[in-house]
């Protein structure tokens, strides 16, 4: 195995943590954005099926 010096482990376990923590943080922001989405998008077409049923009243 490489011989590295204890300080050397320490940068290389910060690195390790920091790309970690981002690719994980990505994952869950691309969740959390489809998720939006997909609510977004419920609530558009409740909103238009509402109005729909309104106006079919009203006639």
Known sequence: ???FDRETWIYL???AA???YFL???GSA???RKHKKNRKLRM???ERK???KST???Q
Do not use: C, F, G
């Open 56 to 58: 079919s009243e009203v």
């Open 13 to 15: 376990l910060i690195i």
């Open 50 to 52: 509402k109005n729909s």
């Open 30 to 32: 691309t969740k959390l």
């Open 24 to 26: 994980w943080n990505k």
């Open 1 to 3: 195995m490489i011989d």
């Open 44 to 46: 558009r077409y409740l």
């Open 18 to 20: 920091a790309i970690t």
